[in-house]
């Protein structure tokens, strides 16, 4: 009952505390004769790593991957491939600062995992957060680096959608804006708004949460299960196992309470190649636990970072009475550096999806069938 361990084909285990030695995962399950390289891995970590901007914490981590096992130079394919064993991926710690924990040694931070911890295992690293920090999410993107080679034609992308109270204008969504400001933000003029807004906030010692946004495209129809395995359950677990997620939906999500069954069907009309033209997706791209062929959209609300400068009421390990302060160098908002995280996450359960797909039917079936009823 170790519960580090997710996926059922494509099978992830994570190890590592924030200011251990090091962190890192093994990917099981992968597919032999893939094309994977470290550098592969690292561009996607980079775009998580931390001390990148004002709008992050400061702690300075190369996160450069390791790769120990799994891979071959294979001459034949005149490339280093996959070979279907495990794949362990390591990243070392090199900047912690275990000193500024101390004084919160035997106090419990408001906000954080420290007393239910504590309460469950009768051990806590303080430092840092040990297990329960953001800092393990490394080891997931490195993992989502190799999910999003299993499935042929899958893009994932994600972007920041909200800060705060503070939300996109939908209309000016461009996907390539995400790469151009420090929020993965889709839209110019919110990233701009939300640079001001949350220099305020980083001046002040406060946080504030934030709403990221998980597509992926080119998903094959049929991923998922009917009641136990359905595919917007399995993605609705795995996105809120990212730390400080408190809030996940998958397409028009909680939105669709409000709308009537007219409003809220996914009408359909013949399209090409015999397959059927979605004249919207409301669904998010999953029906019944199955996908359609449409993108995936999955939307996760992340709360305000615990770690304030602002005292809070708390008690201590022997209950006593304590304001709890929490130095060192904290996310004004770690919403943003969740994005490629939550892409990370989406990528490996559809990767897992698609594997557990083609182990029951063989393959992704063609539209129409030969006799679709019966």
């Not at 001001?196 to 998922?224: F, M, N, Q, T």
Request: with cysteine; charged share 25%.
């Amino acid at each position: 009952m170790s519960h580090n361990t997710f996926g059922h084909l494509f099978r992830v285990t994570t190890f590592g505390e924030s200011h251990g030695p090091a962190l890192g995962c093994v990917v099981d399950g992968c597919p032999p004769g893939l094309a994977l390289t470290a550098e592969e891995i690292q561009a996607e970590l980079d775009r998580r790593r931390p001390g990148q901007s004002r709008f992050t914490t400061q702690r300075r981590e190369p996160d450069a991957v390791k790769i120990l096992s799994g891979v071959f130079q294979d001459e034949r394919m005149a490339a280093q491939v996959t070979t279907g064993t495990p794949i362990a991926l390591v990243i070392e710690n090199v900047d912690q600062r275990s000193k500024d924990y101390s004084e919160i040694r035997d106090s419990y931070r408001p906000g954080h995992a420290d007393f239910a911890y504590d309460v469950k295992y009768g051990v806590r690293d303080y430092r840092g957060g040990g297990r329960s920090s953001a800092r393990e999410t490394a080891a997931r993107v490195a993992a989502g680096a190799i999910a999003r080679k299993v499935v042929p034609g899958m893009v994932v992308r994600g972007a920041l959608v909200q800060i705060g109270p503070h939300a996109i204008d939908r209309a000016a969504w461009d996907w390539e804006e995400v790469s151009r400001n420090p929020f993965f933000c889709p839209d110019a003029k919110a990233a701009a708004l939300w640079a001001d807004y949350l220099d305020g906030i980083r001046k002040s010692g406060s946080s504030v949460g934030a709403v990221v946004e998980i597509v992926a495209e080119g998903v094959p129809p049929g991923l998922g299960a009917p009641i136990y395995g359905k595919l917007d359950a399995e993605l609705a677990g795995a996105l809120m196992s990212i730390n400080a997620v408190k809030g996940v939906e998958i397409g028009e999500g909680f939105a669709a309470a409000a709308l009537t069954g007219e409003e809220n069907a996914d009408e359909m009309r013949p399209g090409n190649a015999g397959a059927p033209t979605f004249l919207s997706n409301r669904a998010g791209g999953v029906l019944g636990g199955i996908s359609t062929g449409q993108p995936v959209v999955a939307r996760f609300a992340v709360k305000p970072t615990s770690s304030i400068l602002t005292p809070r009421a708390s008690v201590t390990r022997q209950n006593g009475e304590t304001d709890v302060l929490t130095k060192g160098r904290h996310d004004p908002c770690v919403g943003i550096r969740a994005v490629p995280v939550g892409e990370a996450m989406v990528a490996c359960v559809l990767a897992d999806h698609y594997l557990r797909h083609r182990g029951q039917v063989g393959a992704v079936r063609d539209w129409p069938l030969e006799r679709p009823f019966g």
